[in-house]
Structures are given as C-alpha cells and as structure tokens.
C-alpha cells in the first residue's frame, strides 16, 4: 500500500474540501493508501475512517502538498469546489477519482450526537435553532452583508425562529440583538456539533456554508439540511452552492460578474498592509453605504423569503429553488 | 464617505467628566493626539458613548428632581446621540471597524473593539519606556 501525507496549509472551508478528496480516494482505491493529513484544522478530520497514523519521516510515506488549481478556471468550467483537490489529487497520483458525494466529509462521534449541543443553555429544549454567520474574516470584505440587514432578518423571525450566532474571535462578527451569542466561544468540533442539531444555517460563502452541507443531519435523516447563502457576485454558482442550498447570488446581472464570479477581495481598502488592499482586488462597484452592489441588491426581504421555504415546511410538490439569481430592479 | 469626526472630543472641554468616558479594551481612550486611523475612531466611539453616558446621567437627575421636561429634552438628546452612534457604525462597517459596547446599570462602561489587522489581546496604543543602565 501507498503512504501518502497529505499537506494543505488553508483556511478551514479548503481543509473541508479536502475530506471530500481523501473519501474519494479511499473508497474508489480500497486498501491502495494508507493516509495521513497535515492541516492546520485537524478538528475537521477527527473520527475520520480514511485516516491513519503516518509520522513525518517515514521514508516511505510521499508528501503531497494539496492544491485546486481548477479554481482558476471555474468561472468557465462545470465543476464545483469539490472537484478542486480531487482532480488535482488525480493528477498528482495518475489515478482516475471523481467525487463520491456531493459534500465534505465530518464525521462524529456518539457522544457529539448524543449529547445536547454545547454552550447554548439558554436555547429551549427540543426547540429547532438556526445558526447565523453575520461576517467574515477580514481579507474578503466583499463578502460580508451589511449588519443591520442581518437584523433585520432576526427581527423577522422573532417569534419562530431561535437564531445562534457564530464566527471566530478576531474576524468581523458584529453584535446581533435577539440571538444567542457564541461569537468566539466554539470550538471547532462544537460549531460542528451545533450544526449537526440545528435546523438551517444563513451566512455568506463561507466555512459554515460548508460545513452545513458536510455534517451529516441527525437520526439518520436523509433531506438536506436547509441552508441560505447571502452569495453576491464573488463566486461563479456552480463552484460553490450545494445541492439543497438557497444561494443568493447576482451572476450575471451585474456587469462586473457578467462572465462569472469577479473574485474581489475587499469592498474598500482597510489599510492593514495586506495585498487584499491592492486596486486589482478592490470592487469595481461599491455603493455609499459600503457594500458592494451585488450584496446591496440582495434585500433582507430575499433571505427572509429563502428561509421561509424552509421554516413554512413547504409541501414536497412544491418546486425547490435551486439558486436564486437577484436582478437589479 | 465622510471621513469627519461626529463628535468632538469631550476630553477637550473644561467640564469633562472622566467618570462617564467608557473604558476601551480595558484601557483608557488613546492619546488625544494620536494620528493612527484606528486610534481616532476609538476616540469617535469613546465620545459618542460619553455623550450617551452623559445625557442617560442628566436624565436621570431631571426625573430624580421632577423636572419633567428636563428628562424629557435629556432622553431626547439620547435617542439622537444613539442616532449618530448608529451612523458612525454603518460608516466604519465597511471596513469592519466594530465597537462593542459594554452596558452596567444605565452606563456605557467599557468597550470592545475589533478592526483588521488587530490583534485581540494588542494594547490599545504602545507603551514606550526607557531605562538607562551603568555599565
């Protein structure tokens, strides 16, 4: 058998990607590698059956350093992030792999399914909760929505939805009133056991995007967990939105995402020193308030509405909305 | 977007009252002269969260008094001061710039900021000193 090391040095939503790689490989290669990881979130690889104990100098062990190089084309190409390391994987290895299923693979353990989801005593017993990510990390400030929008869609939801919000200590996570609040309090196994128990996630492109799709639901329920993604104009559709998901997004609509998703950085220069600040990866159409327009265009009312489908438990001959493709009015 | 201060500096003026300027992070505001970005708008939202101090403070005298009208005008100038505080967030939104304020009774008494690049346990400002040594 093959030892393989697989290296990633990214950010947590690119490690999640690559569960999916090594699932691939292993069940369309049974018993062909043994593998072993080096990421910087070995949180997202605990209770993985794939993965097996190989030390840094083995001498027989091949270090493969993980890439998606196929991002530099998928605003031209069918494939979704999932096919990022597989194909590269492919490659490196000269094996034929595709995808396996059509999410990153979290798996847990019986005590994070069984026990009652941490820190959030406030939440009712029993009670459905959706979870809320109103922000980001501060290199792709595009992708954030404005707060008081994010309000507003709490607001709504007061009498029937309880919303927890989450987001990493150090990132942009404003204040939302009427939530619990769990900003900087999980780790990374307990966001992941609180979206294992909850009823839908709302956020921006982002890891918990991911992991809402990559958790796998509770009481071997089959339906997909429900998921609302405040999109935009970053990403092309199809790279990023999983089946199931109510992905908000203006491609097309807009003449700097015409072609495809634009890929900007940030909405304004933040002045941090960081290359996010260069003009190139700057949005070409910011409006006064500071958002660029393909997330201005997206209306509290559009998210309310997505989530909606989800919370009014729409008959199943109701048609599933795929994406939703907001134009400019 | 306007890059003007909404409010002035209380520091500045000859009634100042130290008592009612929230911590932040912990700290007192930055040096009033300071000339990084980051830096002024701490100073931004200590102010205006003093002024809202202030005016909670002057309300609750005018009603322990029975000036009615005098809570009235003070509760007023809250909500407006709430006002400016509201647009001095969506205007530094954009860049992520957050002041989380921290509310004991009715006083604003500390608050927590957030902007890129900071790092969570950095001190407000640098402290500098020097010690001389006979060699």
Redesign the interface.
Known sequence: MEKLLLHCRLSPGDVLMLTAAVRALHEQHPGRFVTDVRTPCPALWKHNPFLARISDDDPEARLVQCHYPLIHQCNQLPYHFIHGYIRHLSAELNIRLEPTAFHGDIHLGPEEKGNPVPLTQQLERGKPYWIICA?GK?DF?VK?W???RWQEVVNHFEDRVNFVQVGE??H?H??LTGVIDLRGRTTTRELIQLVYHSAGVVCPVTFLMHLAAAVPRPNGLKSLRPCVVVAGGREPVHWEAYPGHQFLHTIGALPCCAQGGCWKSR??P?????PHDQPARLCER?T????PECMSLIRPSHVIQAIELFTNSLSSTSPQIYTQTIHQS | MSTEPVLFDPRLLPDYDPSLMPLCDGEDPPPKETEDRNLQRVIEFASVYYQMNLLAARADSARRAGDLEGERLALEAFRSTSRQRDLLEDRYAAEGFIAEPILKGDRYVELIFNWAGKRPKDSLYSKRFEITLEL
């Open positions: 922000g501060y400030t954030w404005h707060r008081r200590s150090g942009y404003p204040p909405t304004v933040l002045g941090d020193g960081s910011p006064p308030a500071g958002l």
